[in-house]
T-cell receptor, first 115, second 109 residues
Framework: DAGVTQSPTHLIKTRGQHVTLRCSPI?????VSWYQQVLGQGPQFIFQ???????GRGNFPDRFSARQFPNYSSELNVNALLLGDSALYLC??????????????FGPGTRLLVL | TQLLEQSPQFLSIQEGENLTVYCNSS?????LQWYRQEPGEGPVLLVT?????EVKKLKRLTFQFGDARKDSSLHITAAQPGDTGLYLC?????????FGSGTRLSIRP
């Protein structure tokens, strides 16, 4: 079975532009989470979607939005890009296991560079 | 605001030595995960600990969850160059997963 896939792998944009990142979860997983990882830091939680509904939101501005489709794939959109948005954007899909415990599996990420 | 602090931030040791990495918080987590991340890749889950005081072993790696479920440690015995990478702890609470800033481990042959 394929793991979590993300596209594109790399992206270069300029300030003020808009970007859409895509994620396909592991087959059978209904939850997708998005993280931003700036160089030298741990991932920061942006959003979690479960069954196409937003389940959680991190401390990010409204320029960041996401959605989940009926096939459980997801898009992360960032408007009005800033230099500080340059980062590795990670998608994780998860299943709910024993006792409601969630295990997240990460994709390889999309590296975004804003010039 | 929930925070997870990892220490040390950087660690460079000789092959064959032992090491311990710490993950501390003032918050209680329902579970805690340890990941390893290599350059250009996403984090890979190593272990999940759930019960206070729980100890899990994965070959030469030993993971412990604090009794109060606020902290955790990762101990590596006889480190090998293949252990090199960024080690991240992450705590689960409500609908969020909070990551620590990571410990960058380098094992010299």
């Amino acid at each position: 079975d394929a793991g979590v896939t993300q596209s594109p792998t790399h992206l270069i944009k300029t300030r003020g532009q808009h970007v859409t990142l895509r994620c396909s979860p592991i087959s059978g997983h209904k939850s997708v989470s998005w993280y931003q990882q700036v160089l030298g830091q741990g991932p920061q939680f942006i959003f979690q979607y479960y069954e196409k509904e937003e389940r959680g939101r991190g401390n990010f501005p409204d320029r960041f939005s996401a959605r989940q489709f009926p096939n459980y794939s997801s898009e992360l959109n960032v408007n009005a890009l800033l230099l500080g948005d340059s980062a590795l954007y990670l998608c994780a899909s998860s299943s709910i296991g024993q006792g409601g415990r969630e295990t997240q599996y990460f994709g390889p990420g999309t590296r975004l560079l804003v010039l | 605001t929930q925070l997870l602090e990892q220490s040390p931030q950087f660690l460079s040791i000789q092959e064959g030595e032992n090491l311990t990495v710490y993950c501390n918080s003032s918050s209680v987590f329902s579970s805690l995960q340890w990941y390893r991340q290599e350059p250009g890749e996403g984090p890979v889950l190593l272990v999940t600990v759930v019960t206070g005081g729980e100890v899990k072993k994965l070959k030469r790696l030993t993971f412990q969850f604090g009794d109060a479920r606020k902290d955790s440690s990762l101990h590596i015995t006889a480190a090998q160059p293949g252990d090199t990478g960024l080690y991240l702890c992450a705590g689960s609470s409500a609908s969020k997963i909070i990551f620590g800033s990571g410990t960058r481990l380098s094992i010299r042959p």
